[in-house]
Nanobody, 124 residues
Framework: QVQLDESGGGSVQAGGSLSLSCVAS????????MAWFRQAPGKEREFVAG????????SYSDSLKGRFTISRDNAKNTVYLQMHSLKPEDTAVYYC?????????????????WGQGTQVTVSS
């Protein structure tokens, strides 16, 4: 069982930056793949970015590449999402997710563990 605890959400004006963190309560953090998803009101949950445990290889949603950066610190059991040049359409609840294995999937059904989510609001 893996518990995930996100933090760092909040409100920011368009063009601003935010950094999210997700701490995983597990002794095997260095063997699980981590990802961020988001869900805006009335929309489906969408993949933002993921990072494998092997060599920290990262994958991004094509539409977000260049503005968002995912990273992990295995010593702290933490995965981060740095978001820059934020737009109002980035407003959503952001979820941290985890799965066993080294592959990053954009399909949310592939992930076994989820955090409670943290709200990000970008105003114009």
């Amino acid at each position: 069982q893996v518990q995930l605890d996100e933090s760092g959400g909040g409100s920011v004006q368009a063009g601003g930056s935010l950094s999210l963190s997700c701490v995983a309560s597990t002794r095997t953090f260095n063997t699980i793949t981590m990802a961020w998803f988001r869900q805006a009101p009335g929309k489906e949950r969408e993949f933002v970015a993921g990072i494998g445990w092997s060599f920290g290889s990262a994958s991004y949603s094509d539409s977000l590449k260049g503005r968002f950066t995912i990273s992990r610190d295995n010593a702290k059991n933490t995965v981060y999402l740095q978001m820059h040049s934020l737009k109002p359409e980035d407003t959503a609840v952001y979820y941290c997710a985890a799965r066993g294995g080294s592959l990053v999937y954009s399909n949310s059904l592939r992930y076994d563990y989820w955090g409670q989510g943290t709200q990000v609001t970008v105003s114009s």
